[in-house]
């Protein structure tokens, strides 16, 4: 009898997956006009700065966003996916905070910004630090599994681990 391979299980795990993360954080805000009016369904110009070590520190980025609000004045947007003023979203060394998000709006759609509001980032974005602190040199785990049947069709497998 002819020996019969089962080439489908030679390989089990001998991928390495590798995450990447977006360089991109989630925004969202209720946009009010100068008399605290729920500004719907309207264009807005806004703009968004990381600020360094307290509300009055030094910018590390900054962008700026024209965004339509829904029908309940919610403005939602990513930040890292505007049009870049300073800076570079994807340099930014997330372990030498606190980091602050400066918000500057214009309710009428452009950039004559009139409302300003600062705040502290607090845990999700240091989540973008973890990718930059791992080490340079990644280490590659992996199981494969070589499985054939004899002539005598007996199963025979063979793990083979590797690092």
Do not use: C
Request: glycine share 12%; proline share 3%; charged share 10%.
């Amino acid at each position: 009898m002819k020996k019969v391979g089962l080439m489908g299980l030679a390989m089990l795990f001998s991928m390495g997956v590798w995450a990447q993360v977006p360089q991109k954080m989630s925004y969202q805000a209720i946009i009010r006009n100068a008399s605290n009016v729920v500004v719907a369904s309207s264009t807005v110009g806004i703009k968004l700065s990381l600020v360094q070590g307290n509300p009055n520190g030094s910018t590390v980025f900054a962008e700026r966003h024209s965004k339509t609000t829904n029908a309940n004045g919610l403005l939602s947007l990513e930040i890292g996916g505007g049009v870049a003023l300073s800076g570079n979203f994807s340099t930014i060394d997330w372990g030498k905070g606190p980091y602050f998000i400066k918000t500057e709006t214009d309710p009428s759609g452009g950039s004559n910004y009139s409302i300003v509001g600062t705040t502290e980032l607090l845990s999700v974005p240091y989540a973008l630090y973890a990718v930059k602190s791992r080490n340079v040199h990644h280490q590659f785990f992996g199981i494969v599994m070589v499985a054939f049947v004899t002539q005598d069709q007996n199963f025979h497998a063979t793990w083979f681990g590797h690092r």
